[in-house]
C-alpha cells in the first residue's frame, strides 16, 4: 500500500472549454486558471466555519478579451498581479482596482483590469513567469523565442531582451526561485538555461538534452539545486546542479502511460532521515489522466525517489494539462488540477493510517 493517498477537496466551478492552466496566488488565498474559453477564473479558498474542510468559491471571472485561447497564468511574487499569455500572440497585466467602501465598510471586490498589453510575439504564447523578485517577465512563443521583460513603475514593461536559441515551439518558461536563472522547454527535446551578462545581453549558458520528444513542462525544486522537466516520452528527469553553471541528469522517473504535460515541486509534508536531504513532493499528470506523486531524498550524492500515491481517471477520460501545489504555509499538501473538459479540481495529499 502506498504511503498517502490523494482526497478531492473540490471540483470547480467548470470553464466552457478546455483548461489549460492553474496557478496559486503565493501571498493571497486565491487560485487562478485558464482555458480555450479565453477567460481567467479566480477562486478564493478559506477554512470551512463548521469542519476542517477547506472552503472554495468562484471569487471573480476575468473576460480578458483575448481573442483566443488563454494557455497561462502567473502571479507576480507579491501576488498584486497576474500575467496572461495568449494563443492570440499577446500577454495581459492584470491589476485589481481598489473597491469602493461599503456601508458597513467592507470593501467590495474591485475590478480586474488590464493594465498592460505587451506585444512582440508572432505567433501564439505559450507560458509566462515573473521572477523571484519580480523585476523581470518572460514569455516564450510558437515563434521559437523566448522574450524577457523588465517590469517598470506603473505597470509599464519593456522588452530587454529576445532568445532564439530554440529550434522549434517553445512550450514553458520558468524562473529559478531565488535567482535570476530561467529555464524554457520546448518541442525541439531541450531544455536551455539563461542567465544575465551585466555587460552585455542574456545568454544561454547551458542545453539540457536527454528528453526523447518535446519537454511540455519545468519545475524548480524548493531547494534551489534541482530542475525538473517532463515530456512527449513519458518521462520526468530530475537535473543537480553541480557547479555555478553547470547541471547533470540525476534520476529519470517514468510509469506515465502517455505523455507527461504538467509537473510541480512542492514542499511536502515529508522528513528526511539522518545522512539525507529532504527534496520535496514531486506531481505530475499528462494524458493519460494519472497523477503521480513522489518523495525525493537525496543520499550521499545520489537522487531517490519514492512513489508515493497516485490516482488514476483523475479527470475521467480527459487528459489533465496542468497540475500546481500550494506553495503557502499551511497548504503544502493541496494541489489543482486543470483538464482538458474545462474541470478545475483541488486535492489533498494525506498519509495513510498504517497499523
Not at 480555450?36 to 471573480?60: C, E, G, M, Q, W
Not at 514542499?267 to 532521515?273: I, Q, S
Amino acid at each position: 500500500m502506498l504511503a498517502y493517498t490523494l482526497y478531492p477537496i473540490a471540483h470547480l466551478p467548470a470553464h466552457d472549454d478546455r483548461a489549460w492552466h492553474v496557478a496559486w496566488n503565493p501571498a493571497k488565498p486565491l487560485l487562478a486558471s485558464c482555458s480555450a474559453d479565453k477567460n481567467v477564473r479566480l477562486y478564493s479558498y478559506a477554512p470551512s466555519d463548521t469542519d476542517a474542510k477547506i472552503k472554495f468559491s468562484l471569487y471573480h471571472v476575468i473576460p480578458t478579451g483575448h481573442t483566443k485561447t488563454v494557455r497561462g497564468v502567473a502571479w507576480s511574487p507579491s501576488g498584486e498581479t497576474l500575467a496572461t499569455a495568449s494563443f492570440d500572440s499577446n500577454i495581459g497585466i492584470w491589476e485589481q482596482e481598489v473597491g469602493e467602501n461599503e456601508s458597513d465598510g467592507e470593501p467590495n471586490k474591485g475590478e480586474w483590469e488590464c493594465a498592460s498589453l505587451l506585444e512582440g510575439h508572432e505567433t501564439e504564447c505559450k507560458s509566462v513567469g515573473y521572477s523571484c523578485t519580480g523585476n523581470m517577465l518572460a514569455s516564450c512563443s510558437r515563434d521559437k523565442t523566448v522574450w524577457i521583460w523588465e517590469v517598470l513603475p506603473d505597470s509599464d514593461f519593456e522588452c530587454v531582451s529576445v532568445l532564439m536559441e530554440h529550434t522549434q515551439d517553445v512550450k514553458c518558461v520558468a524562473w529559478h526561485p531565488t535567482e535570476e536563472i530561467l529555464a524554457s522547454a520546448s518541442y525541439d527535446d531541450t531544455i536551455k538555461l539563461y542567465i544575465d551578462d551585466p555587460s552585455d545581453d542574456w545568454y544561454c549558458f547551458s542545453t539540457l538534452t536527454g528528453h526523447t520528444s518535446t519537454v511540455w513542462s519545468l519545475a524548480w525544486s524548493p531547494t534551489h539545486s534541482y530542475l525538473a522537466s517532463s515530456s512527449d516520452d513519458r518521462t520526468v528527469r530530475i537535473w543537480k546542479r553541480v557547479g555555478e553553471h553547470k547541471w547533470e541528469s540525476a534520476l529519470v522517473l517514468d510509469g506515465h502511460g502517455r505523455s507527461v504535460y504538467s509537473i510541480s515541486w512542492g514542499r511536502g509534508k515529508g522528513k528526511a532521515v539522518k545522512g539525507e536531504e529532504y527534496l520535496g513532493w514531486l506531481a505530475s499528470a499528462g494524458g493519460d489522466g494519472v497523477i503521480r506523486i513522489w518523495e525525493l531524498v537525496e543520499r550521499e550524492g545520489v537522487v531517490c525517489s519514492e512513489l508515493i500515491t497516485s490516482l488514476s481517471k483523475s479527470h475521467g477520460v480527459h487528459d489533465v494539462n496542468c497540475i500546481s501545489f500550494c506553495s503557502r504555509d499551511g497548504f503544502e499538501g493541496m494541489l489543482a488540477t486543470a483538464g482538458d473538459e474545462g474541470q478545475i479540481a483541488v486535492w489533498e495529499i494525506r498519509p495513510n493510517c498504517t497499523k
